[in-house]
């Protein structure tokens, strides 16, 4: 079954600060940077940092995409507070978890090393700013509008169209359950699954994902209900066609926003 790994690690308040000046984030980050932002703070625990998120509520509401907020999408209500943890991971930046904006939304939160990438439950987005000091770990990411897609989110929808090849690797009752080696994948496994073999863990707001589900809201109609992905490939309607459809569709909009 594929879930979010979930690595050990320890770090000094100094190798923090080191690891901070390497990576080129601003020392003085005193000053809010002007736009949206969420922002965490988290207290160190032991070999962890643990606190809590501020989520503007257009992101909780997941509605905040590749161009901005959605238009005519406006909210007022306060930012929600989720809680979140961090540790060092090695070579690869930090890693741990936020709650997402559902319940059984995979929590994996990670901070990548040497990118200014924060991807969070809620999407992928660029970090502004971090601070350290001596008892926490202080994050300001932006949230006005979500990070572009790279060639690897090419790669994982060309790859979940090859697990979809013919109606014998198609299942069609999906659960949302990805099992080791099957026989069979649904759209919603088979992201999971090509995620995982692309970008070495399943983030579930990975941007080629993200491309799915905005092709879904425009092609599903009454097909779609809570889970988008799992509700149009089990729908009695849906053909291995428009899933494959889908995700061509999915891949030529995200090769026009690939940076180059």
Excluded at 34 to 63: D, H, I, M, Y
Excluded at 183 to 205: I, N, P
Aim: proline letters at 6%.
């Amino acid at each position: 079954m594929i879930t979010a790994p979930r690595q050990a690690g320890g770090l000094s308040s100094c190798s923090v600060i080191a690891l901070l000046a390497c990576l080129g984030w601003a020392a003085d980050v005193s000053a809010q940077a002007p736009g949206r932002s969420l922002t965490c703070s988290l207290q160190k625990t032991g070999t962890e940092f643990k606190g809590v998120c501020e989520v503007p509520c257009e992101v909780n509401a997941l509605a905040v995409n590749f161009d901005g907020i959605k238009p005519n999408f406006s909210c007022h209500t306060p930012p929600r507070r989720v809680t979140a943890s961090l540790r060092k991971v090695e070579k690869t930046g930090w890693i741990g978890t936020m709650d997402g904006a559902q319940p059984e939304d995979p929590t994996r939160f990670e901070v990548a090393e040497g990118a200014r990438i924060a991807k969070v439950p809620f999407g992928w987005f660029a970090l502004q700013s971090a601070r350290t000091d001596e008892n926490g770990l202080f994050l300001s990411i932006a949230a006005d509008k979500q990070l572009p897609p790279t060639e690897d989110d090419i790669r994982i929808l060309e790859r979940a169209r090859a697990l979809l090849s013919d109606e014998r690797h198609w299942n069609r009752q999906d659960d949302r359950t990805c099992r080791p080696n099957p026989e069979r994948w649904s759209l919603f496994c088979a992201l999971m699954q090509a995620t995982e073999e692309v970008s070495g863990g399943v983030h579930y707001r990975q941007p080629a994902l993200q491309a799915a589900r905005e092709v879904l809201n425009e092609v599903g109609g009454n097909r779609l209900g809570k889970h988008r992905l799992m509700d149009y490939n089990n729908h009695p309607a849906t053909t291995l066609e428009e899933v494959h459809q889908l995700l061509r569709t999915a891949q030529s909009r995200l090769a026009k926003r690939v940076p180059r």
